[in-house]
């Protein structure tokens, strides 16, 4: 080679575009139990519940799929019991339903 000339990497890197995660659509709404809170958050794209990061606290509840989407749902006037919690995956209709358990009033 000739002096002054750099090897060519052997890879290269492609930059990808740090992609920010969106808010997802989705509902919340009180059973007619009134104990039982129904959160319904649409997850086009998804397609498996690996995908997604759930974590729920009596406050609140944060979904996150990387890079894709991230919804923190406060709950206004209640909270629930985060160590009771039905969680569905819909891979057809690619939504994730939830069902929280409110804490009763004392």
């Known amino acids: 080679g000739s002096p002054g000339s750099r090897p060519r990497p052997l890879i290269e890197e492609i930059q990808h575009p740090q992609q920010q995660p969106t808010t997802p659509h989705h509902t919340l709404t009180l059973e007619p139990d ?6 319904v958050v649409q997850l086009p794209g998804v397609r498996a519940v690996q995908a997604i990061d759930l974590t729920v606290s009596p406050h609140d ?3 996150e799929v990387p890079q894709t989407y991230r919804l923190l749902l ?3 006037g209640f909270t629930v019991e985060d160590d009771n919690v039905n969680a569905r995956f819909s891979k057809k209709a690619q939504t994730l ?4 358990s409110k804490v009763a009033a004392r």
């Open 97 to 100: 339903t939830l069902w929280l």
């Open 61 to 63: 509840v944060l979904l």
């Open 74 to 76: 406060p709950f206004t």
């Open 34 to 39: 009134g104990a039982t809170v129904k959160v």
